[in-house]
């Protein structure tokens, strides 16, 4: 992987290199805190303050640590950075806190996370690494707010907590239990892959 | 010590095929330890080299991370011990209706011990509330007891003078959205805890009428909870935790009334 241009190195993130859409990294945080708008974008500004976090200072140390404990270092990093944001949620809210359970610790063992961390940062200087890490988290959270979005809607009428249909809205349960998760995700990635699919025939075609 | 060696001897290996020597031996290389002396060339420098700056890197990334976890933590430590009194202040004068001041006290075999401020450390508690005019309003009681999915803790209120329940409030459920959430959402079930009978008897050791449990529509009596079609287990649940409370605390506070009445803060 050569370095790419900065600003690409924060667009791809976004929807070509999409860590949920395309690379189906941190499934367990997008199926399992995904129910409610609040909940799916807390935990996705909170892997992104991770991710940027992280990432910055891997790339910092990156000619420091050697290669045989780098992934012990990235992930010592990694749990440093979850364990303050733990913190400041708790200090920020303590019903946010509540609600997002043990997925703030489980940030820790999200594989984007140390993917970032691995495949870019560890070789590249700061700016692009924190570029790369803002737009992979942007990307999460834009994936997981989708997902939070939709279920929230049709599981509960309401968003964000405001009731949408009034109270004669029929909601469907299952979409905020665990199931919903797995339909909405799948759908989803059904529809992100025929797009894809179908630029790219437009593209050879 | 013979595995370190082996583990020396392996991180050299790895060194060596990255400048680019042959892939083939990998297995017969790794699998011996302590054989590294008969390879050629400068392995011993090499190893200790890198084995020193391995646990010298991870020892600095380590420091790194204590320094900014223990920054953090002072930082945050008064706001989120504030949060905790808040949450439950506020739900103590969610559960007493009138009160506008809470004081905790320590439950202490069967005396109630007045406390200054909200601890931080476990123990059972009971929560007092007065109005603005420092006028015992009534007992916040904690109750909890394993629902469907998780524990549910629960915070009621009780008028210890009347024998009534005064207010009640889910305060940790991870039941079911839309199924096991109803003991917090109904709004029958939660109307039961407006003025539920826990009268003590004639000794004040026992309630007069132990609360029941009973099928939806079929509780006629001040002291009968009904459980809600759709929540069975956890309206039970909450059933349960409430009359084995009430059973418990409900002597000990008319015991500690006079305690309770001037423990305004």
Redesign the interface.
């Known amino acids: 992987m050569s370095a790419p241009a900065t600003t690409d190195a924060f667009l791809k993130g976004l929807w070509r290199e999409n860590p949920v859409f395309v690379y189906l990294l941190g499934m367990c945080p997008v199926l399992a805190v995904s129910n409610s708008v609040i909940n799916a974008v807390s935990m996705g500004l909170a892997s992104t303050f991770v991710l940027v976090m992280s990432s910055a200072l891997v790339s910092l140390l990156r000619n420091f640590i050697p290669k045989q404990v780098r992934i012990a270092a990235y992930i010592m990093i990694i749990a440093t950075f979850v364990t303050v944001i733990d913190y400041l949620i708790q200090a920020i809210s303590l019903e946010l806190y509540a609600a997002l359970g043990a997925f703030i610790q489980l940030i820790v063992v999200n594989c984007m996370i140390l993917g970032r961390a691995e495949s870019f940062a560890s070789r590249n200087p700061i700016g692009p690494s924190i570029l790369d890490a803002l737009g992979t988290g942007v990307g999460f959270t834009v994936a997981i707010f989708c997902m939070g979005a939709i279920r929230e809607i049709l599981g509960n009428g309401s968003f964000a907590g405001i009731d949408l249909f009034g109270p004669h809205f029929e909601p469907w349960i299952v979409m905020i239990l665990p199931g919903g998760g797995f339909f909405v995700l799948g759908a989803l990635l059904l529809g992100v892959n025929a797009l894809n699919q179908r630029r790219k025939a437009a593209d050879h075609g | 010590m013979r595995h370190s060696l082996g583990f020396y001897h392996r991180?050299y290996y790895?060194a060596a095929t990255e400048s680019g020597s042959s892939a083939g031996s990998s297995a017969r290389d790794t699998g011996s330890a302590g054989g590294s002396s008969a390879k050629g060339g400068t392995p011993k420098t090499i190893e200790s080299a890198?084995a020193l700056?391995?646990v010298r890197?991870?020892g600095?990334?380590?420091a790194?991370?204590g320094l900014?976890?223990v920054g953090?933590?002072q930082?945050?430590a008064e706001?989120?011990r504030l949060?905790?009194v808040e949450?439950l202040k506020k739900a103590v004068l969610a559960v007493v209706p009138g009160a506008e001041t809470m004081r905790v006290f320590e439950v202490e075999g069967r005396q109630l011990r007045p406390l200054d401020g909200v601890p931080s450390t476990p123990g059972r508690r009971v929560y007092a509330g007065y109005d603005g005019s420092g006028v015992f309003r009534g007992v916040a009681v904690p109750a909890a007891g394993m629902g469907f999915a998780d524990i549910i803790r629960v915070l009621y209120g009780v008028d210890p003078k009347k024998g009534e329940v005064i207010g009640y409030q889910v305060l940790?459920t991870k039941e079911?959205?839309?199924?096991g959430d109803k003991i917090f959402k109904d709004a029958d079930f939660l109307a039961t805890f407006d003025g539920l009978d826990v009268r003590l008897d004639a000794s004040g050791e026992a309630l007069a009428h132990p609360l029941e449990i009973v099928k939806p529509g079929e509780g006629a009596q001040g002291w009968q909870i009904e459980t809600i079609t759709g929540a069975t287990v956890s309206s039970s649940a909450v059933g349960r935790m409430m009359q084995e409370s009430t059973a418990r605390d409900m002597p000990l506070l008319a015991r500690n009334l006079d305690a309770l009445e001037g423990g305004a803060p």
């Open positions: 991180v790895i890198s700056s391995m890197t991870m600095v990334v380590a790194l991370s900014l976890i953090t933590f930082l945050t706001r989120i949060n905790r949450q940790e079911t959205p839309g199924l």
